[in-house]
């Protein structure tokens, strides 16, 4: 009686907490989904394609510069006395072509009375000598404010006009961009940036809050399986949940991504016209993948190569750990008959060597941190501070919690191996 009550207890306990580790699991699939999302339109909104090298927003900042000193726009001395000599060179010329024409043999009564009266009325030489006060005084009126303003704004006018006729992205493109931010019910970059660090702070929080509840499990399943080692009785009940868990964390770890991969200049200063032209967390390039997106990236390569690499980690992260985990079952509840399949047995025992391949699938997503540091060497080249150009550049690699995830779920399985072969009674030639 005692015995079946403490198995109901054990069951009751970790029947609990496996359901616990279910719901975490769960929630670390979709905050971290979410958040990948999030991430993912993030890196298209701020990619380095619609910033720094877009010729709609260098057109914007490079018209704006110009109107803007169009408005601060003063003559100096030395411009003013330039000008002045410009009006009265083409005052100069005028005389020039009005005296040539005067010059003109006149044929008719009337033009030899025009040119008679214009010789006389009209003294030439006094002319050229007032052409400097004309021209001062022509410059002077075109400095008025209200003349000064409509010259700005034929300037301004024809200045935009040559704008709007500059453009590079294609609608399909600024569409896209725009259904971005409508689906954030924001009407700007700015606020999407801020919005959306926000919410992925948030979700980030929430993502590690629940993988760390999941390692804690494993961790009092650990500590279970050593407190009641000597009691043979709960050991067939505590191993099924174990594998019951070991499931659950194993789906987490699939499902979440490993690894993600952020190489982005911070920030970048131009220093144009006198004016600073500010570019910042300009994306060059972003990844966050999981094992099962990563296997379903290489089938949908339709290369032959790819394909094969697909199979293997589809084998040897998936396939061979849950028929591993679901042989132990089979063994420990089956009967004598049922223990001397070679196939369970191989799956059950004989597997630890081949389950070690879950390793060199972690091995192959570490292969990812040596971009770590091809990208910071590279991005540290792209860092220039000058006058009139200042570049920031960063690296985001980083692990995420999936990798963390799978490693437990790997040495949790090894555990359990080990643990199988104690608690049950090989016969030790059908194992040779």
């Known amino acids: 009686m005692a015995i079946n009550i403490k198995r109901?207890?054990?069951?009751?306990?970790?029947?609990?907490?496996?359901?616990?580790?279910?719901?975490?699991?769960?929630?670390?699939?979709k905050y971290s989904s979410e958040a990948a999302e999030i991430k993912k339109d993030y890196s298209e909104l701020n990619s380095i394609t619609h910033g720094l090298l877009s010729v709609n927003i260098w057109r914007d900042h490079l018209t704006n510069?110009?109107?803007?000193?169009?408005?601060?726009?003063?003559?100096?001395?030395?411009?003013?006395?330039?000008?002045?000599?410009?009006?009265?060179?083409i005052l100069m010329t005028?005389?020039?072509?009005?005296?040539?024409?005067?010059?003109?043999?006149?044929?008719?009564?009337?033009?030899?009375?025009?040119?008679?009266?214009?010789?006389t009325l009209v003294p030439e030489e006094k002319i050229r000598a007032l052409v400097p006060m004309f021209a001062q005084t022509i410059v002077d009126e075109i400095q008025q404010p209200e003349n000064k303003e409509a010259l700005k704004y034929v300037i301004k006018s024809k200045l935009q006009e040559y704008s709007d006729m500059t453009h590079a992205d294609s609608e399909t493109a600024v569409v896209r961009l725009n259904s971005l931010l409508d689906k954030y019910e924001v009407t700007g970059l700015e606020v999407f940036n801020r919005k959306t660090s926000e919410k992925l702070m948030t979700l980030e929080d929430q993502t590690y809050n629940h993988t760390y509840i999941l390692l804690g499990i494993i961790v009092v399943f650990l500590f279970i399986w050593w407190m009641l080692r000597n009691q043979f009785f709960l050991h067939t009940p505590l191993f099924i949940i174990s594998v019951i868990l070991s499931l659950v964390v194993l789906f987490a770890g699939l499902t979440a991504p490993m690894i993600e991969i952020d190489a982005r200049f911070q920030q970048v200063n131009f220093l144009l016209i006198g004016e600073q032209i500010t570019f910042n967390d300009q994306v060059i390039f972003f990844q966050s993948k999981s094992i099962l997106q990563v296997i379903d990236i290489l089938f949908q390569t339709g290369k032959v190569d790819s394909f094969f690499v697909g199979i293997l980690i589809l084998v040897f992260s998936i396939i061979f750990p849950v028929a591993k985990l679901i042989s132990t079952q089979i063994y420990l509840a089956g009967n004598e008959k049922?223990?001397?399949?070679?196939?369970?047995?191989?799956?059950?025992?004989?597997?630890?060597?081949?389950s070690?391949?879950?390793?060199?699938?972690?091995?192959?997503?570490?292969?990812?941190?040596?971009?770590?540091?091809?990208?910071?060497?590279?991005?540290?080249?792209?860092?220039?501070?000058?006058?009139?150009?200042?570049?920031?550049?960063?690296?985001?690699?980083?692990?995420?919690?999936?990798?963390i995830i799978f490693i437990a779920f790997v040495l949790f399985s090894l555990v359990l191996s080990t643990i199988l072969k104690k608690i049950t009674v090989l016969d030790t030639s059908s194992l040779k």
Not at 73 to 86: G, H, I, K, S, Y
Not at 357 to 386: C, K, P, R, S, W
Request: with cysteine; glycine share 6%.
């Open 8 to 29: 109901i207890l054990l069951v009751l306990f970790t029947g609990f907490l496996v359901c616990l580790a279910g719901w975490s699991s769960y929630l670390v699939y």
């Open 65 to 89: 510069m110009v109107l803007n000193r169009i408005d601060e726009f003063d003559f100096t001395p030395a411009q003013e006395d330039t000008l002045v000599l410009q009006v009265e060179n």
């Open 94 to 119: 005028g005389i020039d072509k009005g005296d040539s024409l005067m010059n003109l043999k006149q044929k008719s009564l009337k033009g030899k009375l025009r040119k008679f009266a214009v010789r």
């Open 338 to 354: 049922i223990r001397r399949s070679k196939i369970l047995k191989f799956f059950a025992f004989k597997s630890g060597k081949w």
């Open 356 to 403: 070690m391949a879950d390793v060199y699938v972690i091995a192959i997503f570490m292969a990812y941190i040596g971009f770590q540091g091809i990208l910071d060497h590279q991005l540290a080249n792209a860092n220039v501070e000058t006058e009139s150009l200042v570049s920031i550049s960063t690296n985001k690699t980083s692990l995420q919690p999936g990798f």
